[in-house]
């Protein structure tokens, strides 16, 4: 299982290293995110320039590629074949705020998500839905391994064509949750 993580936050963002650590228990992870924060997008595409793909490294001393192209970008590029080896799946995020509603049309968490699905690719988007006014540090382990747990899902079971799934965990801590929901997207 080859498995790309992205997000909309930038390559730097700690949701992207906290999912992209809990995504490495199911295979090989390929990080591929942008140079900057892209929060807000919607689903872009780099048309009229050059993009620029450079290595990195995350902030555990793994390695990773960033680019100074959208989210969508950010996964088009290995699909199209900037990787040798095949995506299998895509997840995007973690997102520091909930995408629901009509915010998941402006997210470059979700689009990344979509980007993938367009594709033929399995996509998902995970978000935190974390307090409002909160200071400091989000704590995303949490959402880290619900995307994990879907993720592991998406893998056993699959998923029909065209489905984008968007999650959104709510800032608790692991034990405190009740279980999962699964719905269709409403406005």
């Not at 780099?46 to 793994?62: F, I, K, N, Q, Y």
């Not at 029909?160 to 406005?187: D, F, I």
Request: with cysteine.
């Amino acid at each position: 299982m080859h498995i790309l993580v992205t997000n909309d936050d930038g390559v730097t963002a700690p949701g992207l290293l906290a999912l992209a650590q809990e995504i490495r228990k199911l295979g090989k992870v390929t990080v591929f995110a942008p140079d900057r924060n892209w929060s807000a997008s919607g689903h872009v595409k780099t048309m009229d320039r050059p993009l620029r793909v450079r290595e990195t490294m995350l902030a555990d001393g793994s390695a990773a590629f960033t680019s100074d192209g959208a989210p969508s970008d950010c996964v088009a590029l290995p699909l199209l074949g900037l990787l040798d080896e095949k995506i299998d799946l895509v997840v995007s995020g973690i997102n520091p705020n909930a995408n629901l509603g009509h915010d998941v049309t402006y997210s470059g968490t979700v689009t990344a998500a979509m980007e993938a699905v367009i594709d033929g690719v399995k996509g998902i988007a995970v978000s935190l839905d974390s307090p409002e006014g909160h200071k400091g540090p989000l704590d995303y382990s949490t959402a880290a391994i619900v995307g994990r747990r879907v993720a592991e899902q998406v893998i056993a079971d699959g998923l029909p064509e065209g489905v984008v799934v968007n999650v959104n965990v709510p800032y608790l801590k692991e034990a405190e949750l009740k279980g999962y929901m699964v719905t269709r997207h409403g406005l």
